[in-house]
């Protein structure tokens, strides 16, 4: 199970919800990675990247397009496992909806409300796992296994329907291919003008593509069962 592989948690408490959002500010300069901390939440999550200063942020009906707080203020007030997770390298999940994850690399993201985290200092490690969580079987399993958490068609997840997926047994080769394609697509959505250029974004579609075709390799499902996720996943 991806559990003994590296543990899902809740980002944050609702109590901590509740007491970041005074320290939230919008960043009228440039993002200070010494002083500075992101904010991301669920609305700002894509495949593999954050809508970090693209999409704004709604925060307890606030909207920040470059939502940060004060690295210090934070760390001060948050002397609990909320402010060592996101110091740390880390997955952050979607709360709702969509199976949607992206990475943080350099540890200076807080993920916000209806989150969920994986940390680990291994990079390689939550490579691996991104490239899994993002692909289409994971989201149809997740989906087909908890239909009764079902949420505006999609799903509400938590920490134990990721830590109870099933993980496929990969030798280091079979892992290899897989973190060298997540670095591709990180690659491209962190390039300048991503958002605005349709050749990188069709790159980063057929290399999820790739990623699907390994992952149904992986799991050794059948043509007919790929076909069956393909349908499903494309009318989510």
Not at 30 to 54: A, C, D, H
Not at 96 to 108: H, K, R, S, T
Request: glycine share 4%.
């Amino acid at each position: 199970k991806i559990a003994d592989f590296s543990n899902c948690e809740n980002a944050c408490a609702t109590s901590d919800t509740y007491k970041l959002a005074p320290l939230i500010k919008d960043a009228t300069e440039n993002f200070e990675p010494k002083k500075q901390l992101k904010v991301i939440n669920t609305g700002t999550i894509s495949k593999y990247f954050m809508r970090w200063g693209i999409s704004k942020m709604t925060y307890l009906k606030q909207k920040y397009l470059h939502p940060v707080v004060n690295k210090e203020e934070f760390l001060s007030l948050f002397k609990n496992s909320y402010s060592k997770k996101s110091v740390q390298a880390k997955i952050i999940i979607k709360g709702l909806n969509l199976l949607d994850a992206c990475i943080d690399i350099d540890g200076d993201v807080i993920p916000g409300k209806s989150t969920l985290i994986i940390a680990n200092s291994n990079l390689k490690k939550l490579k691996l796992l991104l490239s899994i969580l993002n692909s289409k079987l994971a989201f149809f399993y997740i989906k087909e296994r908890y239909p009764a958490s079902s949420y505006n068609k999609g799903t509400n997840f938590t920490k134990d329907m990721i830590n109870n997926m099933p993980m496929p047994q990969m030798t280091e080769n079979e892992q290899e291919p897989l973190i060298n394609l997540t670095d591709d697509i990180l690659s491209l959505t962190t390039s300048a003008g991503y958002f605005e250029n349709e050749e990188k974004q069709a790159s980063v579609k057929n290399i999820e593509h790739q990623i699907d075709l390994m992952v149904y390799e992986l799991y050794g499902l059948t043509e007919e069962e790929r076909q069956v996720i393909e349908a499903s996943v494309s009318k989510s």
